[in-house]
């Protein structure tokens, strides 16, 4: 893809913008974790993508930087959508976007809940869905939830899960 968007973010980026392209009329561009925060101030700053709608995650569990983060974006002056993404390693903290965008904060704990993926910054950092004590993060692909459904229902409840 080479459009206005991404020569401007080219230009300001240089490498670490590492690729780009559209999908169903939505700029997706992958930046470098290295400046994800730097990009993300550029995003709602200089591009005015001032609503972060979702902040997520995807596991790929064979591939070295085993995380996609994916932040979706939309531009109330520009009524487009925008999509970056980053790839962070098992264990590599990623920058935390909630001095950005607000709306992060509880995303972001979500995706520490789940993917166990730590956000460097972030102002309460801890589980919200599941108990503290919970071991493993359930949206890894090579995550058994049978096994430790049953162990915590057995330690926690004090019954067999009857999974």
Same mark, same amino acid.
């Given at each position: 893809?080479?459009?206005?968007?991404?020569?401007? +973010?080219? $230009?300001?980026?240089?490498?670490?913008?590492?690729?780009?392209?559209?999908?169903?009329?939505?700029?997706?561009?992958?930046?470098?974790?290295?400046?994800?925060?730097? $990009?993300?101030?550029?995003?709602?700053?200089?591009?005015?993508?001032?609503?972060?709608?979702?902040?997520?995650?995807?596991?790929? *569990?064979?591939?070295?930087?085993?995380?996609?983060?994916?932040?979706?974006? +939309?531009?109330? *002056?520009?009524?487009?959508?925008?999509?970056?993404?980053?790839?962070?390693?098992?264990?590599?903290?990623?920058?935390?976007?909630?001095?950005?965008?607000?709306?992060?904060?509880?995303?972001?704990?979500?995706? +520490?809940?789940?993917?166990?993926?730590?956000?460097?910054?972030?102002?309460?950092?801890?589980?919200?869905?599941? *108990?503290?004590?919970?071991?493993?993060?359930?949206?890894?692909?090579? +995550?058994?939830?049978?096994?430790?459904?049953?162990?915590?229902?057995?330690?926690?409840?004090?019954?067999?899960?009857?999974?």
């Amino acid at each position: 893809m080479d459009n206005e968007l991404v020569k401007r +973010y080219r $230009a300001r980026f240089g490498e670490a913008l590492r690729e780009a392209w559209t999908d169903r009329k939505q700029a997706i561009l992958v930046v470098s974790l290295e400046r994800l925060l730097e $990009a993300a101030q550029f995003t709602r700053d200089d591009e005015q993508f001032d609503l972060l709608t979702d902040l997520t995650a995807v596991d790929w *569990p064979k591939r070295e930087k085993r995380f996609d983060l994916v932040l979706n974006l +939309y531009s109330f *002056p520009k009524q487009e959508r925008l999509r970056i993404k980053a790839q962070v390693g098992e264990g590599e903290p990623a920058p935390s976007v909630a001095g950005i965008w607000p709306t992060s904060n509880w995303m972001e704990r979500e995706v +520490y809940d789940m993917f166990g993926i730590v956000f460097s910054g972030h102002p309460n950092l801890k589980r919200l869905l599941l *108990p503290e004590e919970w071991e493993g993060f359930p949206l890894r692909k090579d +995550y058994d939830i049978l096994q430790q459904d049953d162990a915590w229902v057995r330690e926690n409840l004090g019954i067999e899960s009857g999974q």
